[in-house]
């Protein structure tokens, strides 16, 4: 969850939104972890350290770094105290040079950054990326569907499976798979578009700080998300490309 989001949170309730994404990232890592039983992981604009805590939790062998500008030194002595086998960091720069890093995450990040091509650019030459580091990213789908969500959230954009491979290509990284995820969500973001053209909205959250189902309701949603996603990237294995509210991205150096 983004830290912004975390500051208007009104339960400890997560979305199950969160829950299905952090799936879907399990299962494009499954490659890293079998090549290797302990590799190094850095997730960057990590928010509150959902994803990054919760891939501890199955993978303890492996190393984690987390990277949030939005940090400050009270965020990170309470995300440290509540797991110190993460460490943490304000910015790129603090990261150690002499590490090898496996894998990068970059989950919902590039929206948020104006200059995304010059940022990912950066990224990818920083002394601790290898030739063999992969990333996974995802970003928000459709252009058409930006909405006070995106606002709420700082978004300077949303992507096309198009947009993001060029994106990437710049940089200079190489795409292995690339895709949409979330079809079911797409009627309800574009009603709510529809709706916000008729009646401007003044909403200053999200879904995810909003949501207070209980947790039947949150693993059946969920469920049905995960059942989305694998539906999806089926048909997009053999050729049959449906939109999504979401894109995904797995690429290396």
């Known amino acids: 969850m983004d830290l912004i989001e975390v500051k208007n949170k009104k339960n400890e309730n997560r979305h199950p939104w969160e829950f299905a994404r952090f799936e879907i990232l399990t299962f494009f890592l499954k490659d890293v972890f079998k090549g ?20 501890n939790k199955l993978f303890p062998k492996a190393r984690y770094l987390a990277v949030d500008t939005a940090f400050t030194d009270e965020l990170i002595s309470f995300y440290k105290s509540k797991n110190n086998n993460i460490e943490l960091f304000k910015n790129l720069d603090l990261i150690p040079t002499d590490l090898d890093v496996d894998c990068v995450l970059l989950m919902d990040v590039l929206e948020h950054i104006n200059d995304d091509k010059t940022f990912l650019s950066s990224l990818v030459y920083k ?63 574009l ?3 529809i709706y916000e053209k008729i009646k401007p909205s003044a909403k200053n959250s999200s879904g995810l700080v909003d949501w207070d189902r209980g947790k039947n309701v949150t693993k059946f949603v969920k ?10 990237f089926i048909l997009n294995k053999i050729g049959i490309k449906l939109p999504g509210l979401s894109n995904y991205l797995i690429c290396n150096k």
């Open 191 to 193: 009603l709510q578009v």
């Open 127 to 189: 002394k601790f990326i290898g030739t063999g580091t992969k990333f996974v990213i995802t970003v928000p789908a459709y252009q058409n569907l930006f909405c006070s969500h995106d606002v709420f959230l700082g978004h300077f954009r949303r992507y096309t499976n198009k947009s993001l491979s060029n994106l990437v290509k710049g940089a200079g990284l190489k795409t292995e798979q690339v895709g949409y995820f979330f079809f079911s969500l797409i009627l309800p973001r």
């Open 223 to 232: 469920t049905c998300l995960i059942t989305d996603f694998k539906f999806t």
């Open 36 to 55: 290797k039983p302990n590799p190094t992981i850095l997730d960057v604009g990590c928010g509150d350290t959902f994803v990054i805590d919760s891939l």
